[in-house]
Every structure is written in structure tokens, then in C-alpha cells.
């Protein structure tokens, strides 16, 4: 009984941040008729009002992001063509970001290395665990079974912390820059509390995927002791 308790709390740890953000969503993504413009016209005004005007905003297939190579806002289509409280919302967030790229705000620069460090080092981790098995049926030693082990799950476990440390940069862009925005000029009173959750949900899901990467970690250990 303990275990199946402890294994349906792993689950709700791990899958829980990722349900929520996207229920929270989902629930916000109706459209409204006093929102005046959609979240991609909202992106576009703001950009232009904060002199972003080289910014481009784009409708995107792969989640709402900002990209500081590119200097492109993408939103996904229901995000970009709708005026829901979460297609403004994540538009603003997503202009936070932008507005932290034109600022030339210390986190974001971390945090755009961090993310490609992330991307790299999971590849490497993958690859890692993959071939592992081959090596110790050549080699026929356990030590290098052990190290490639530990270095395939030191790979993954860094892809995680790497996501968790960039959390402040998202906060930042939610609740520093979207939400007094959004309340001084562009959402009424009525919907502060609606856009306090979505921006909260915006942030959290870099939680979901560090959480994700470290139920990847249990995972491989599970397998490997089989």
C-alpha cells in the first residue's frame, strides 16, 4: 500500500506541473469579447511600443517561445489569431522575454546558453545510455559499464538542474514584465486573477520538464537493474 502511495506521489510530482499548466490554459482559452485584439496583434502593438519594432512575431507549430537568435516571438496558432485571456497572456510572456533580450538582461543571456547546454547534454545522455550496453559486451569490463552509467545518468541529471536554474528568468518574464503591463493598460480588473494563473502557468513549465528529465533519470535506473 506504501509503495503504490509513493508511486502515485512521484507521478503527481512529476506530471503534475505540466497537467496544470496546460488545464490552466485550456481553461482561460475561450475567446472573450472585451479583449479588444488577438494575442498575436497584442504582440506585435507591444513590441512596436517598446521600440522592438525588428522583432518579429510568428505563428509556430513547436510551443510558445521567444527566440533571441532569431529575435522572433512564436506563438501557436489558437495563441497567435485568438483574444482569450491566455492568448494575450502567453503573448505577453513571451514579450517579457524579448523586452529581456533588448534589455540585455544578464539571466536571459544565461539562460539562452543554459538551454542549448540543456539540449546537448541530454542528446549526450541518450547516446550515453544507448550505447552503453555495446561497450560492456566489447570491453567485458564492469568498470566501464559503471562509468558510462554514471555518466549517461550525470548527463540527464544536468539537463534538469539546468532547467530548474532557469526558472527565475521565466518568473521574471511573467510577473516582471507581462503582468504590470498587462494591468496598467490592456486587461480589466476582473481578469487579474485569471492572468496571475496563466503567467504562473507560463513559468512552471520549465519545472514540468526538469521534472520530466529526472523521471527519464528513474527510468533508466529501473532499467538498468533488470
Given at each position: 500500500m506504501h509503495i503504490i502511495l509513493l508511486i502515485l506521489l512521484l507521478i503527481a510530482l512529476i506530471f503534475g506541473p505540466q497537467w496544470w499548466a496546460n488545464y490552466t490554459f485550456k481553461r482561460y482559452a475561450k475567446k472573450q469579447d472585451h479583449i479588444p485584439g488577438t494575442g498575436g496583434e497584442l504582440?506585435?502593438?507591444?513590441?512596436?511600443?517598446?521600440?522592438?519594432?525588428?522583432?518579429?512575431?510568428e505563428i509556430t507549430e513547436q510551443g510558445d517561445h521567444y527566440d533571441p537568435e532569431a529575435k522572433t516571438v512564436r506563438l501557436t496558432e489558437n495563441n497567435y489569431n485568438d483574444n482569450s485571456l491566455t492568448a494575450v497572456a502567453v503573448a505577453a510572456h513571451e514579450v517579457g522575454h524579448a523586452i529581456q533580450h533588448h534589455n540585455n538582461e544578464a539571466k536571459l543571456i544565461l539562460r539562452t546558453r543554459l538551454v542549448k547546454i540543456a539540449e546537448k547534454v541530454a542528446k549526450l545522455g541518450t547516446i550515453i545510455m544507448v550505447v552503453m550496453p555495446l561497450v560492456m559486451l566489447i570491453t567485458r569490463s564492469p568498470i566501464a559499464g559503471i562509468l558510462l552509467t554514471l555518466a549517461g545518468l550525470g548527463s540527464i541529471a544536468g539537463s534538469a538542474v539546468i532547467h530548474l536554474v532557469t526558472l527565475p528568468v521565466e518568473w521574471d518574464a511573467s510577473f516582471s514584465k507581462a503582468l504590470p503591463i498587462l494591468k496598467q493598460d490592456y486587461i480589466q480588473t476582473q481578469d487579474h486573477v485569471a492572468v496571475e494563473r496563466i503567467l504562473k502557468a507560463a513559468a512552471l513549465t520549465y519545472v514540468a520538464a526538469s521534472l520530466a528529465s529526472i523521471f527519464n533519470i528513474w527510468r533508466w535506473i529501473v532499467l538498468l537493474r533488470r
Open positions: 504582440a506585435r502593438h507591444l513590441l512596436d511600443r517598446f521600440e522592438m519594432k525588428e522583432v518579429q512575431v
